[in-house]
């Protein structure tokens, strides 16, 4: 079974930065897509970013150019680096690959912007 856990979440003034980062672990075929996901109070979950085997990334319009995703498949690590935070990014960020992979859903890191 495929374990997700998610870390690097906090609490961050608006403008500042976080890293999170997504270790995986247990029998994964292949460590891409993947893709970084927020669930924000009140909102459905939405995919914030996403990168391909390829490496291609993709943002959602509210983060492109802050956020970049990046990953290390020999450690089985995905991040999301977030600059220029801003309080509409407050939510708790998951990751997870692509349907049908989709591995059951981790604890979330959850992100607070506020000042």
């Known amino acids: 079974q495929v374990q997700l856990v998610e870390s690097g979440g906090g609490l961050v003034q608006p403008g500042g930065s976080l890293t999170l980062s997504c270790v995986a672990s247990?029998?994964?075929?292949?460590?891409?897509?993947m893709g970084w996901y927020r669930q924000a109070p009140g909102k459905e979950t939405e995919l914030v970013a996403h990168?391909?085997?390829?490496?291609?990334?993709y943002y959602a319009d509210s983060v492109k150019g802050r956020f970049a995703i990046s990953g290390d498949g020999d450690k089985r690590t995905l991040y999301l680096q977030m600059n220029s935070l801003k309080p509409e990014d407050t939510g708790v960020y998951y990751c997870n690959f692509d349907a049908p992979k989709r591995a059951t859903w981790g604890q979330g890191t959850q992100v607070t912007v506020s000042s």
């Open positions: 990168i391909s085997w390829s490496g291609t990334t």
């Open positions: 247990g029998r994964i075929e292949n460590f891409y897509p």
